[in-house]
């Protein structure tokens, strides 16, 4: 045992000589928390978008005050040609053009109907849609209020209520979104980079031989990651209630649970990597190169997971930051107990111990 | 290069990834679940009811009697969104001419919700319409008919609304990111570390042609994985860029040579290759999350957009976006050509400074 301790000891040693590390380390989650918390958010809004007028009445004057007026769209500049819009809309300038025919009020006074033609730049397709909607819904309520003034009756009035983001944040979908990526990454690369250096030095040797247990060597190994990572949550934690205003709702125990959890799965993944690779740079490609972009996207706070092909749907099933991400979400979002996630948290407790077996068994063949 | 594992894995590692990972990128929402609670049953709001199913949106998860069950199945997250039709709907509409309709919304996924929202909002308006036609034909009901506006929408440069068409390109772009910075970086401190850096600095041979030598492999390597992209692109998701294939390459040497400084720029502050790890990590992540592979550049504040324009892929993301999709020509994207040479300029002067220094 005091041996494990003092093994214990000299990996933290190792961890804090390297401040550079050690800064990105603690460093990453509070930039990206800052970062992202402010600067994304899925509102769209201010969305560039021309206007041309062919009639110039009195009715396409109020709408155009009225798409003015509304902070959904960003009114450029009037565009006179095809050509003009054909450019406009190449060089990136705008997302959108709306065009008046001639004479839209007199065919709305005496034909009962009246066309806005809507062109959207739909290299983005969901942009597109989204503010082919606003204005379809600016539109509409402007039929709205005309009918009213008709005293058209029959009137059906949707009351649409925000649950749980009402202002349409997106900090708390990106928030459990990058406690997940940060603790899945920073784990996986951190544990396997070490365990090979270890073996790129040939030390590796020097400890397999010595009477030190291998799990002992395992451990030493994984304590200042599960450490560092622990202390990783509670910074974004901390940092997420004080400047998002993203307090915890439901157990802080259950969470840090879960967390603790989901963490040692991933230093169980980074175990089996670096028992897979040979030299630091595999290591760091496999947790990199091979994981990154996979766990980004299969979590599921970029993408739902619903809309994914079912093999897909399949392989998402099987990150674990998947089923922490839906976690979080629900602990510290929703504040709801172990009732609602006793699933999650039981799939990601087989899935560590499956992944911590795996990596034992294999380090204990290389012996 | 020696090392015919490690370039073979660099290459197929992100092949692989760009042919799954569109897949997974599908944004487009139609899978919209919804809890209706019918407290009416009513003629009317069946017909609400069919016709939000109808519409290929909203798949109906719930059918309930009560408000609070709707609410916890939005809570599980079995249903996106509740929609409350209220008692006496159809009576009291016919009575009092108005009457609301109550709809709650999961806003955690914002645009899930943004979109979800505007969808069951027209929706209603339709129907509301419908309604109106149908009880003035049946004489249930007497009056003027007000004026209509309608929205005719089209969609340009991507008709179908493929959203592999807007994702396949970013994914591509990442992929060559993380491969240029990272591995630029990796194999310079990888020298450093096994002391022949110090070897080649002894020598007579000059300081900006030894890092040419190392950045040029990389450049090529930048530029294979590039054209195997373009190549997955037109076989699994059949894009085929309308603009021209020069303009692309020329922003793409443009972009490697930005990136590549980066990579440079970590390689002389970071001694191991573990600093150098985290090092890019750190950028590579966050240019990820903001440069509009993923995320809207466009709703993010302005202080955050001044930043964004400082990096390299959100430039390269804008080309490649407006070059493949839309057919830009160079004198479309000179201010983001121009941006990517400044800050290659700036990162790769920055870097041979700092290398004197410390080597």
């Known amino acids: 045992m005091r041996q494990l301790i003092t093994f214990i ?45 062919y009639s110039k009445d009195a009715v396409t004057e109020q709408l155009i005050s009225k798409i003015a007026s509304s902070n959904y769209f960003d009114i450029q500049r009037t565009v006179q040609s095809a050509t003009q819009l054909e450019a406009a809309f190449k060089k990136g300038d705008i997302r ?86 940060v603790l899945m990454l920073v784990c996986t690369m951190m544990t396997s980079v070490a365990i090979v250096k270890e073996k790129e030095l040939g030390t590796m040797e020097i400890l397999l031989v010595s009477p030190f247990k291998p799990i002992y060597i395992i451990i030493s190994k994984l304590t200042p990651n599960l450490l560092i990572s622990v202390v990783n949550l509670f910074i974004i934690l901390i940092l997420s209630s004080v400047f998002l205003d993203l307090h915890v709702k439901g157990s802080i125990l259950l969470l840090t649970f879960d967390s603790i ?38 979590t599921g706070f970029l993408f739902p997971i619903e809309n994914m092909p079912l093999p897909l749907q399949v392989l998402a099933n099987l990150v674990p930051s998947r089923w922490y991400f839906i976690i979080v979400k629900k602990v510290m979002l929703k504040g709801l107990g172990i009732a609602a996630v006793w699933k999650e948290t039981l799939i990601l407790t087989g899935m560590c111990l499956f992944l911590f077996t795996i990596s034992l068994r294999r380090f204990k063949i290389r012996l | 290069m020696r090392n015919k594992g490690i370039v073979r894995m660099l290459i197929i590692a992100p092949v692989i990834q760009l042919i799954l990972l569109p897949l997974a990128a599908d944004y487009s929402v139609k899978n919209i679940s919804i809890a209706v609670v019918d407290n009416d049953h009513s003629t009317a709001s069946q017909r609400l009811i069919g016709k939000i199913t109808s519409s290929g949106y909203f798949k109906l998860t719930g059918y309930t009697g009560s408000y609070a069950k709707a609410l916890s199945l939005v809570e599980q997250e079995k249903a996106d969104l509740a929609l409350q039709i209220p008692a006496h709907f159809e009576r009291d509409l016919v009575r009092e001419n108005s009457q609301k309709l109550y709809v709650a919304i999961n806003a955690i996924e914002g645009t899930k919700a943004n979109l979800g929202g505007a969808y069951l909002s027209n929706i209603i308006t339709d129907f509301n319409e419908d309604l109106r036609v149908d009880w003035h034909t049946t004489g249930t009901l007497t009056g003027s008919d007000a004026p209509q506006i309608t929205v005719a929408a089209s969609n340009w440069y991507n008709p179908y609304m493929d959203f592999h068409l807007y994702i396949v390109p970013a994914i591509l772009v990442t992929l060559v990111t993380t491969l240029a910075a990272m591995q630029t970086a990796f194999n310079i401190v990888q020298e450093k570390e096994s002391g022949t850096i110090e070897q080649i600095n002894v020598t007579p041979l000059k300081k900006h042609i030894f890092i040419i030598g190392k950045l040029i492999p990389f450049l090529v390597l930048g530029i294979i994985l590039f054209t195997m992209g373009l190549f997955v692109g037109w076989l699994f998701y059949g894009i085929v860029p309308v603009g021209s294939l020069w303009v692309l390459y020329i922003s793409l040497i443009d972009y490697l040579f930005a990136m590549l400084g980066l990579g440079l720029l970590l390689a002389t502050y970071s001694a191991t290759q573990m600093q150098a790890m985290s090092l890019s990590f750190f950028f590579i992540n966050i240019f990820n999350m903001m440069s ?16 964004v324009q400082t990096f390299p892929p959100s430039h390269f993301i804008r080309i490649m976006r407006m070059v493949v999709l839309k057919g830009s020509g160079l004198g479309d994207i000179v201010y983001d050509l121009g941006a990517m040479a400044l800050i290659g300029l700036v990162l790769n002067g920055w870097a041979i400074l700092n290398y004197r220094k410390t080597a």
């Open chain 1, 9 to 53: 000891r000299k990996e933290f040693l190792h961890v804090f000589r390297d401040r550079k590390t050690l800064l990105m380390l603690f460093g990453l989650p509070i930039a990206q928390i800052v970062l992202f918390g402010f600067a994304l958010s899925n509102e769209i809004k201010n969305s560039r978008i021309a206007i041309t007028d």
């Open chain 2, 292 to 307: 509009g592979a993923f995320t809207a550049v466009d709703s993010m504040p302005d202080w955050a957009r001044a930043i």
């Open chain 1, 261 to 298: 959890l989901f963490i040692l799965t991933s230093l169980s993944i980074g175990l089996l990597l670096s028992i897979n690779a040979k030299t630091q740079q595999g290591a760091m490609m496999g947790s990199m190169m091979g994981m990154m972009l996979p766990t980004m996207l299969l």
């Open chain 1, 96 to 181: 959108m053009a709306v065009i008046f025919p001639a004479n839209f009020a007199n065919d709305l006074v005496h034909t009962g109907k009246a066309t806005i033609q809507v062109i959207a730049d739909a290299s983005d397709p969901n942009l597109a849609t989204t503010i082919t909607n606003y204005i379809t819904r600016l539109v509409n309520d402007f039929n709205t209020q005309t009918a009213l003034t008709a005293g058209k009756p029959l009137q059906i009035l949707p009351e649409m209520q925000f649950l749980y983001n009402p202002e349409l944040r997106g900090a708390p979908n990106f928030v459990p979104g990058v406690m997940a990526l």
